[in-house]
């Protein structure tokens, strides 16, 4: 009879009956390590196949969130292994009889970052946080994940909202105002706020009336459809032709960002 057959549900969890004894003695086994054990007799493995694997079943929520957090398992193409290191001992995992089993190693359980990793590896494109919380099983913290993304150099902001892996080699979302730098500076000192909003749109969804703010505030000015730095910081333009100003100040509403996003009026405070 398979190992992994050899398992049952009760109370306290999943039980390996060793063979060895009439009755069976029973020692629990987590749905982690019997993961584990599939892929260790049948790996590698796609997560429907897992759930067939599985004597009975299981929720596949739950066999995601093992197959992200353990860092036993690894991908492999479009499916789980074992890594490496893991495949000659966890292949014992069901042949030690209980009573005199050995001590297994506690599980490695992978940061949030490592999941994340995982993750965008697997979609292949850049994701959004809740995308991400959803695929990684729901039991992360949003505020805690954003904050070893930010502090982790294997990823970027890819866009307002979205993350992607620096390996990618995207383009990265700063703020607003260092995004026109970048293409003002790049421009020679000015260019066509038509072309600014057509180059930033190739690479993210900021919004026309956000950009249009942010061209139009120090240390930028719009004059004659072009955009192009102010002389210095503190406000005074640079040579525009007689009787044109540059445009600044006003309500949200006269300068157009009445429709802007919370994390697009952070990016015009250059956060």
């Not at 297994?104 to 995308?131: F, M, N, Y």
Request: with cysteine; proline share 4%; hydrophobic share 40%.
């Amino acid at each position: 009879m398979s190992r992994i057959q050899r398992a049952r549900a009760s109370q306290q969890g999943w039980l390996l009956a060793d063979d060895q004894s009439p009755f069976g003695s029973l020692a629990p086994v987590s749905l982690g390590d019997r993961v584990v054990a599939v892929l260790a007799e049948s790996g590698p493995l796609t997560e429907a196949e897992i759930v067939q694997y599985l004597p009975e079943g299981g929720d596949v929520t739950e066999i995601r969130r093992e197959l992200l957090s353990d860092s036993r398992i690894v991908m492999a193409g479009g499916g789980w292994t074992l890594a490496p290191a893991e495949s000659a001992e966890e292949l014992q995992l069901f042949d030690v009889p209980a009573a005199n089993a050995r001590a297994k190693k506690g599980r490695c359980r992978r940061p949030l970052s490592d999941r994340a990793e995982l993750c965008l590896t697997e979609a292949g494109h850049p994701l959004t946080l809740q995308a991400l919380v959803d695929r990684m099983g729901g039991d992360v913290n949003v505020e805690s994940l954003k904050v070893q993304l930010f502090s982790d150099d294997r990823f970027i902001r890819s866009d307002v909202s979205e993350w992607a892996l620096r390996c990618w080699g995207m383009r990265r979302y700063t703020s607003v105002r260092e995004l026109v730098s970048e293409e003002v500076d790049g421009a020679g000192g000015s260019m066509s706020l038509d072309d600014l909003q057509r180059n930033l749109a190739r690479d993210f969804t900021i919004k026309a009336p956000t950009l249009r703010q942010v061209a139009s505030t120090a240390p930028f000015t719009v004059s004659g459809g072009l955009v192009r730095r102010l002389n210095d910081a503190s406000g005074q333009s640079a040579s525009l032709p007689e009787g044109e100003a540059p445009v600044r100040g006003g309500s949200s509403a006269q300068l157009g960002v009445e429709d802007a996003s919370a994390d697009e009026i952070m990016g015009l405070m250059g956060l």
